[in-house]
Each structure stands twice: as structure tokens, then as C-alpha cells.
């Protein structure tokens, strides 16, 4: 089983319709990530967060919203999801890079959530 | 803020060329740095990564990369490519609570 598991792979869906993708992790990372990855772009950071009483923006939060139920879990929501949100999102988990908690380490991925709005 | 630059959007090669991906940063008092491959329809794995220690850093398929901290770069480059080196490539750098990607690079191997 893959350590970091998105749900669902593929979602297809209309404007203004509510939208969740979930993410769980086995890594026991206390820090988890939502990325969101266009054609051109990269990936860009959505929000993040390091524990279940913390939840943090990231560069193009607008839109979005996260819930941490647990320390495994870490899900994304679009309240009301427009045609620009379709893309390719990803979950991430990390540890401290080398002991350092000022700094973030290799990041693990999911295998993705592809999302289209129509 | 942290800033990455990855300078070419495509790489087109043929088989057993060799290649270099650039990859530049904003400057830093100390950073950590990433690279990360992408195979068509698959997610983003770890190729390498600079932490600290030696300047070179090298993977298991043979790729290999260089910090250069006067030139704030982090070259990814291999010797002889193979087809199945074909991928999206994403150089990243630790900014404190996430890592911050570039663009990427399609490596394109043609035979």
C-alpha cells in the first residue's frame, strides 16, 4: 500500500458543486501539504499544515479550505469549484530537514487527485 | 521569499546524449535543495537532494547535481540518457515551511 493515499484519483464534476479529495498518510509525519499542479506552472502550495491544531495558507489558498481530523489525515475542500480550479492536486507529508524544524525536508507525494470542473 | 527558475520549459535529446537541466534560486543564508522527476501519468518522486556536506550529489540512475552557491544554482545533468529518462523534472527549495517549485523541465529522449 502506497504510504501517502489520495481519494478520489479522478473527479470530474460541475460549477458550483462542492468537492472534497482526502488524503492519508502511514509515514507518521506530523506535517502535510496540499499542492496544485497546472501545465507551465509547477506546483503551487495551497495550504499546509503541522499538527491538528495548526492550518496555514499557502500561496493560492483562495477558494480552498483544509481540515486536519488527525494527524494522518488532511483533507481539501472547494466550497463552490469554478472551471480555473480543474488541475492535477497533490498531497505531500515531510519531517524537519535534517533535524531542523526551520526547515521543511523531502516532501512525499501521492499519486495525485486529477480534478476537472466543467 | 525563495524563488526557483528552471530555465528551460523543454529539453529535447536523443538516446545516449548526455544533458544538463538548469535550475537557479534566489539567494539564501542557507537553503536545502531538491530535485524531483515526475513520469508521465505517475506522481512527483525524489530524484536527489542537497542537504548539506559535499557540493555534488548524485542519484541512483545516474543523474547527478551540483550546489553552487556563488552561482545560486543546482544543475541537474547525466552523462548518457535513456529513453526511459523521458519525464517532467521539478528542481525545488526548502523555504522553511514548504518547498517551493520551479516550473519544470520536459526531458524528451528520442532514439
Known amino acids: 500500500d502506497a504510504d501517502v493515499t489520495q481519494t478520489p484519483r479522478n473527479r470530474i464534476t460541475k460549477t458550483g458543486k462542492r468537492i472534497m479529495l482526502e488524503c492519508s498518510q502511514t509515514?507518521?509525519?506530523?506535517?502535510m501539504y496540499w499542492y496544485r499542479q497546472d501545465p507551465g506552472l509547477g506546483l503551487r502550495l495551497i495550504y499546509y499544515?503541522?499538527?491538528?491544531?495548526?492550518?496555514n495558507k499557502g500561496e493560492i489558498s483562495d477558494g480552498y479550505s483544509v481540515s486536519r481530523q488527525a494527524q494522518a489525515k488532511f483533507s481539501l475542500s472547494l466550497e463552490s469549484a469554478i472551471p480555473n480550479q480543474t488541475a492535477l492536486y497533490f498531497c505531500?507529508?515531510?519531517?524537519?530537514?535534517?533535524?531542523?524544524?526551520?526547515?521543511?525536508?523531502?516532501?512525499?507525494f501521492g499519486e495525485g487527485s486529477r480534478l476537472t470542473v466543467l | 521569499a525563495q524563488s526557483v527558475t528552471q530555465l528551460d520549459s523543454q529539453v529535447p535529446v536523443f538516446e545516449e546524449a548526455p544533458v544538463e537541466l538548469r535550475c537557479n534560486y534566489s539567494?539564501?543564508?542557507?537553503?536545502?535543495l531538491f530535485w524531483y522527476v515526475q513520469y508521465p501519468n505517475q506522481g512527483l518522486q525524489l530524484l536527489l537532494k542537497?542537504?548539506?556536506?559535499?557540493?555534488l550529489v548524485e542519484s541512483i540512475n545516474g543523474f547527478e547535481a551540483e550546489f553552487n552557491k556563488s552561482q545560486t544554482s543546482f544543475h541537474l545533468r547525466k552523462p548518457s540518457v535513456h529513453i526511459s529518462d523521458t519525464a517532467e523534472y521539478f528542481c525545488?527549495?526548502?523555504?522553511?515551511?514548504?518547498?517551493?517549485f520551479g516550473k519544470g523541465t520536459t526531458l524528451s529522449v528520442s532514439s
Open positions: 505531500a507529508t515531510s519531517d524537519p530537514a535534517a533535524g531542523q524544524l526551520s526547515n521543511t525536508g523531502e516532501l512525499f
Open positions: 509515514k507518521g509525519h506530523d506535517r
Open positions: 499544515s503541522f499538527d491538528v491544531k495548526d492550518i
Open positions: 539567494s539564501s543564508v542557507s537553503v536545502y
Open positions: 542537497y542537504l548539506s556536506g559535499s557540493t
Open positions: 525545488a527549495v526548502s523555504e522553511g515551511t514548504a518547498l517551493i
